[in-house]
């Protein structure tokens, strides 16, 4: 089955079992105390664990307030430069655990990866259902202005500043109080620059 209907399909159920087991939200007066988000950054590569992962950040972003969401490699997937280099490290990914498999071309990704982007595209359409069990869902089109790249040509990559890495960059060096919190569900370096 393809990757973007599984993800459609498990945010669709995720979201219709949330109607059917869901209380109505609590209304907060005038005298409710303001409650502060965690400011939170997700790096994500695109193997199924993450891919699961993101759909349910998506489903409790009500409870962060979302600074990013970016791509990142893998340690066993990753985009490649497009120059067909096989290797980043010598030996590093094709010689795991002791077995020689290959130069693993097929570990790349799909030349139009886009995973982050389906996911928020899939939240867009059930979003105004879950408008209606709490009005703080993020809108669509604010998770996507905050989708960036990464470092994602190999693993471990850290050979230049990226979008992703510019943002992170920002984050920690603006002016509100507060910790940022950096989930980093990729590869070790997922969004680092030099």
């Given at each position: ?36 988000h ?9 193997e ?46 094709y ?50 202005s ?16 990226t ?32």
């Open positions: 089955m393809p990757y973007s209907l599984c993800c459609r399909r498990a945010l669709l159920l995720v979201s219709l079992a949330g109607c059917a087991t869901s209380s109505p939200p609590i209304a907060g007066g005038a005298d409710a105390p303001a409650r502060q965690p400011r939170v950054v997700v790096t994500t590569d695109p199924l664990d993450d891919a699961n992962s993101l759909i349910r950040y998506l489903l409790y972003s009500t409870d962060f307030r979302t600074e990013g969401l970016i791509y990142a490699s893998s340690g066993f997937h990753w985009k490649g430069d497009g120059s067909g280099k096989k290797v980043s490290v010598p030996n590093r990914e010689s795991r655990f002791g077995l020689n498999l290959c130069p693993c071309e097929s570990w790349r990704w799909a030349a139009d990866e886009h995973f982050i982007d389906l996911a928020v595209a899939n939240y867009e359409q059930v979003y105004p259902n879950l408008r209606v069990h709490d009005r703080n869902y993020p809108t669509p089109a604010e998770l996507k905050k989708i960036r790249w990464g470092n994602v040509e190999f693993d471990g990559d850290i050979s230049q500043d979008p992703g890495s510019d943002l992170i960059k920002a984050l920690l060096l603006d002016d509100e109080p507060g910790p940022v919190y950096l989930l980093a569900w990729g590869d070790k370096a997922p969004s680092r620059g030099r």
